[in-house]
């Protein structure tokens, strides 16, 4: 009799055991910020989920999401870009999201209108320039790139990087391809040297007098000015932000959003439901924009006092799946002009 006993006791605590090991959540992650760490570290505090992240670029989590089908383990997907989201959509890989779950004062402008994913930081593709060397009247659209007194002056990334693959099929959606064209050739003659390195380096260049005038992510402006590292403050201080595109007959600032869906295959929604509910909430999207210096998809959420100098900006109101649906003619364009 104590035998049975004994035996059901064993039963029940790994049977309590179990059930623990289930309260989690997999999430497949292109973001490499220290501070998703710290926000799925809060989570788990709050909610006694754990998250387990597997990292790698967006294409090698698609093609794993789709090579592993329904023994996926992934819950969740989170890129740095819209056009990784879309496809993955497109691709039969997530599925639809509850409205329900979205906050609803998020500006429609940053929604998925497929309801397949969901914003959680946004930033916009700007302009910065040198103190120095630029007057920021000179300065008005992305198209004005194209024009001949850039020549020599413009800094930017590679073709290959989803930022600026965004940013071109933006200008494919408003402007046409044959215009679009055009402008990649010519912006390809003001280059100021070839594409390379990440955002930063393009600021420091501006400020090694490599260049003038550069296309980054607003956010790495915030991370430059809040640095430890004296190279890296500097080359902060040395240039002005500018938003493109902000008179009243032009369409705004290119933007896009860092999001997160929830995978077809899915095997613990509830607890992605609560993630996800949780990364648009108060306390979460605060973390993000005093960390990251992205902007929040959460209204009653200013942002970083280092951001906010910069003032108020018009976004484009493009549909951002349009920078996944459009993404093979913007790198058609891209290699068709040589931009390397």
């Not at 260049?211 to 992510?217: F, L, P, Q, S, T």
Request: proline share 2%; hydrophobic share 35%; net charge neutral.
């Amino acid at each position: 009799m104590k035998k049975i006993t004994y035996l059901i006791f064993i039963a029940i605590f790994f049977s309590c055991e179990s059930s623990k090991e289930v309260e989690e959540v997999n999430l497949y992650s292109q973001r490499h910020y220290a501070v998703d760490e710290l926000q799925y570290e809060n989570f788990t505090k709050l909610t006694g989920i754990k998250v387990n992240v597997t990292k790698a670029n967006a294409d090698e989590l698609i093609q794993r999401l789709k090579n592993e089908g329904d023994k996926t383990e992934a819950d969740l997907f989170i890129t740095v870009d819209v056009g990784k989201l879309w496809q993955a959509g497109n691709m039969g890989l997530l599925q639809k999201i509850n409205s329900d779950i979205i906050n609803p004062g998020i500006n429609p402008v940053l929604l998925d209108k497929n309801n397949f994913w969901i914003p959680v930081t946004y930033r916009s593709r700007i302009l910065v320039y040198s103190k120095e060397r630029v007057n920021k009247s000179e300065l008005s659209t992305y198209e004005d790139l194209a024009n001949e007194r850039w020549r020599d002056r413009i800094l930017v990334r590679s073709s290959s990087n989803s930022y600026n693959q965004a940013l071109m099929s933006s200008l494919v959606a408003n402007l046409g391809i044959e215009e679009t064209q055009k402008w990649s050739d010519a912006i390809v003659k003001n280059f100021a040297r070839d594409p390379k390195g990440n955002d930063r380096d393009q600021v420091k260049a501006i400020a090694a007098g490599q260049g003038d005038v550069a296309i980054v992510n607003s956010y790495y402006i915030g991370l430059l000015l809040s640095s430890k590292n004296e190279e890296e403050l500097n080359a902060g201080k040395s240039v002005s932000v500018f938003f493109p595109n902000q008179e009243e007959n032009q369409r705004g600032a290119h933007i896009n959003v860092s999001g997160i869906a929830l995978t077809k295959n899915s095997k613990n929604k509830e607890n992605a439901i609560k993630l996800i509910k949780y990364l648009q909430s108060n306390e979460a999207q605060k973390t993000y924009v005093n960390n990251t210096y992205e902007y929040s998809v959460n209204p009653s959420i200013s942002p970083n006092d280092i951001v906010k100098e910069w003032g108020e900006f018009k976004m484009d109101d493009l549909d951002l799946n349009i920078l996944g649906s459009r993404r093979d003619e913007a790198i058609r364009i891209f290699d068709k002009s040589g931009w390397k």
